[in-house]
T-cell receptor, first 113, second 112 residues
Framework: GESVGLHLPTLSVQEGDNSIINCAYS??????FIWYKQESGKGPQFIID???NMDKRQGQRVTVLLNKTVKHLSLQIAATQPGDSAVYFC????????????WGAGTKLIIKP | KAGVTQTPRYLIKTRGQQVTLSCSPI?????VSWYQQTPGQGLQFLFE???????NKGNFPGRFSGRQFSNSRSEMNVSTLELGDSALYLC???????????FGPGTRLTVL
């Protein structure tokens, strides 16, 4: 069925390096994708989004890439900092007439000092 | 603008009891979605309300219900609590179209 999934459940990165978190989606009709960050004990926070008419979008230290050909989404975090430690979720909007977001399982990002 | 607020933040109940959680969305947002999150798990969608009507529903038993008021505030109710209902319950608000959802801090429910 339709789903959004993450390739790696846990990602360990050296502080200062770049992080890349991947996400696969299965519905080619999806037109809106969002990345969220969830720190321990908190609700998910919006990081960045991208619509299907784009293939790249940049924010502050973050970049989201969308490859519609292979139905793949990635979040790149530049110069990873200890504060980036969190679980990252991708979400996909499937327009079924009711605008429901479909969530991936999450990737835990661990920063090594 | 004030963010999404949820009350209470923490709750302890015993099996068989029922519980009501409250969510106040961002001003102007008409959609409220509820999610259940268990340790190490992703977000499991419960339901979404838009303009006082349930617009989407996840795969949860009928013990889980909700409602939305005319001011867009929403409540969810869980009846006959089970141990497995222990989780973080998150609410998110949005304008209601294909846009970003903004989350509250969640209510941590523990069922003993």
């Amino acid at each position: 069925g339709e789903s959004v999934g993450l390739h790696l459940p846990t990602l360990s990165v050296q502080e200062g390096d770049n992080s890349i978190i991947n996400c696969a989606y299965s519905n080619s009709a999806s037109d809106y994708f969002i990345w969220y960050k969830q720190e321990s004990g908190k609700g998910p926070q919006f990081i960045i989004d991208i619509r299907s008419n784009m293939d790249k979008r940049q924010g502050q230290r973050v970049t989201v890439l969308l490859n519609k050909t292979v139905k793949h989404l990635s979040l790149q975090i530049a110069a990873t900092q200890p504060g980036d430690s969190a679980v990252y979720f991708c979400a996909e909007n499937i327009v079924r007439g009711n605008y429901q977001l479909i969530w991936g399982a999450g990737t835990k990002l661990i920063i090594k000092p | 603008k004030a963010g999404v607020t949820q009350t209470p933040r923490y709750l302890i109940k015993t099996r068989g009891q029922q519980v009501t959680l409250s969510c106040s969305p961002i001003s102007g947002h008409r959609s409220v979605s509820w999610y259940q999150q268990t340790p190490g798990q992703g977000l499991q969608f419960l339901f979404e309300y838009f303009s006082e009507t349930q617009r989407n529903k996840g795969n949860f038993p009928g013990r889980f219900s909700g409602r939305q008021f005319s001011n867009s505030r929403s409540e969810m109710n869980v009846s006959t609590l089970e141990l497995g209902d222990s989780a973080l319950y998150l609410c998110a608000s949005s304008t209601g179209t294909a846009d970003t959802q903004y989350f509250g801090p969640g209510t941590r429910l523990t069922v003993l």
